[in-house]
């Protein structure tokens, strides 16, 4: 039986950290603030507009909507981005995407201050996780995936991490958060030959392929660590991930179970980047 790697738990670690953070800038009178930008009314936007908020509200960041029709046209949008980089006060903000068909996304993301960037969305931010020179953030959901790991005491130096998925949003960036911690990451995708036979090859597995499902018992070796990005809805109402938990849970050493796992993480993470950022902004160097 695997060990459960609770997401709570590691936001519960990562929130005693932040709230130290905290007390360190508001004895410098700066209060961090965060902007969240939404168009239209997508009902999976606005339940993490509710988790980013409350996280917000939880360490004393500031939390402000900045809301756009789903008919809003890209000068609006470019302005509403426009006001965000003006606004002194401001130090991240969050553009929760996809946006409505008919917005040039790629703009849009372009458009934000990087300094301001706290999930990654910018050239300049990429630029960062990939070289790690520059301004920005890292994907906070790459991140919180990095951040349980290191909770859990999981050693990477030297581990073989096989990563299911290459997108720009998690896979290829947690790709290179765990180079930069000398691990040795193989990245998989859709393409790729006997996918069970590379996952089994890890001691770390890392799924964000966006699919329910698509790693199984066949691709578990035993005693292996399991991180599962994916959130889905099945058939019956029922939360799940990439993974099939009930036929990995019995060989894998240790898995996050979806709810309840990365996702917990994440907006903590977010919250983490906008103290970060308003530290920056006002010159003061924080403890790690």
């Known amino acids: 039986m695997a060990v459960i790697l609770s997401g709570k738990e590691v936001a519960a670690g990562l929130n005693e950290r932040l709230t130290v953070r905290m007390r360190a800038l508001e004895q410098k009178g700066v209060k961090p603030a965060l902007v969240i930008l939404r168009v239209g009314e997508r009902q999976d936007d606005l339940a993490y507009e509710r ?3 409350k996280r917000c509200e939880k360490l004393g960041v500031e939390a402000r909507r900045l809301t756009l029709p789903e008919n809003c046209t890209q000068a609006e949008l470019m302005d509403a981005i426009q006001s965000v980089n003006m606004d002194e006060s401001v130090h991240g903000c969050l553009m929760l995407r996809p946006l409505s068909r008919g917005l040039d996304e790629h703009a849009a993301c372009e458009a934000l201050r990087s300094e301001k960037d706290v999930d990654c969305i910018t050239s300049g931010s990429l630029a960062r996780v990939f070289t790690g020179k520059g301004a920005g953030y890292p994907p906070c959901t790459a991140q919180a995936c990095v951040e349980i790991l290191d909770h859990y005491h999981c050693v990477l130096d030297g581990q073989k991490v096989v990563v299911v998925g290459r997108s720009l949003v998690i ?61 889905h809805v099945d058939a019956d109402g029922t939360m799940c991930g990439d993974v099939d938990f009930p036929s990995v849970e019995p060989l894998a050493g240790a898995v996050t179970p979806v709810p309840g796992g990365v996702g917990t993480v994440t907006s903590t993470v977010l919250v983490g980047h906008v103290i970060e950022a308003a530290a920056k902004a006002a010159g003061i160097e924080l403890e790690v």
Do not use: F, W, Y
């Open 51 to 53: 988790s980013a908020v």
């Open 171 to 231: 896979g290829k960036p947690v790709a290179m958060l765990l180079l930069a911690r000398n691990a040795t990451v193989t990245i998989c995708h859709t393409h790729t030959r006997n996918l069970a036979e590379e996952c089994r090859k890890a001691d770390v597995l890392i799924v964000a392929a966006g699919k329910a499902g698509t790693v199984d018992g066949r691709c578990i070796s035993r005693g292996q660590v399991v991180i599962d990005v994916g959130i």
